[in-house]
């Protein structure tokens, strides 16, 4: 298994300005405090994972950043710059993308006609530029993913792994520096595994970095450089992965018990 993050990594101290934070997030659903006074940042070429049992509120934490549902209070900074997302398009604008688990694909399309879907490229005349959407869909796919040769194949016939591919370029295409990641591996098997996590060193070598939702503890062991964790709407701590075992994650996660500490007081 490949380790992606970095293990030299340097100390968050001497890293600047964090590509993202988001600051003492507040969201609550009438007296339900989904997510309550949460702070998690990520560095370039960082993957945070993100983590917690079913309903600690890790994705109405990434809805405040994606734009899918705004924040009652807290902070959202962009290299440092104090940001406000109402809605999905201020998020692209600061260069925010999803990664939905079902991906959102015409499946009847292929690579190109996906990664082009809704901003398609049109030549003077108005008509589709089918050869610019190809070239550059190619291009793009070079760099995320050189083995990938499917590009006039309808994404329906993909395989799952494939399919992140078209996802992540299409993204990447359209300038993402901030990728959300909603259990990318959740459905693939071992080899498509794989090909996401090339993916997604990929991605870090290129200085976009990733809040990784994902429930599958060997995953995040691989994938991210730090590990955040909630439950029921509040943070429990950020590590950094080198410096705890999966059982000292798993105990934060179950119990919100801090690394180190025993349970005697
Ligand atoms: N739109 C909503 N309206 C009301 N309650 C909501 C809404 N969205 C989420 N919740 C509640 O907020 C809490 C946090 O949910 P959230 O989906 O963020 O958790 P999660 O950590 O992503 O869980 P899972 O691992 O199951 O995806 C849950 O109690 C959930 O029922
Ligand atoms: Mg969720």
Redesign the pocket.
Known sequence: MTDTSTATQPAAADRGVPLCELRDIKVA?GG?H??DGVTIDMYAGEVVALV??????????MHTLSGA?PADSGEIRINGDLVTIHNPRDAREYGVEVIYQKLALADNMDAAANVFLGRELRSRTGSLDDEAMDSATQRVMQRLNPRFKNLKTAVRSLSGGQRQSVAIARAVHFNARILIMDEPTAALGPAETAQVRELITQLKAEGIGIFL?S?DIHDVFDLADRITV?LQ?KLVGTVNKHDVTKDDVLAMIIAGKQPGDNGSE
């Open positions: 659903f339900l989904a997510v917690g049992g079913n309903g600690a509120g890790k994705s109405t934490l549902h939702i429930h909630m709407g």
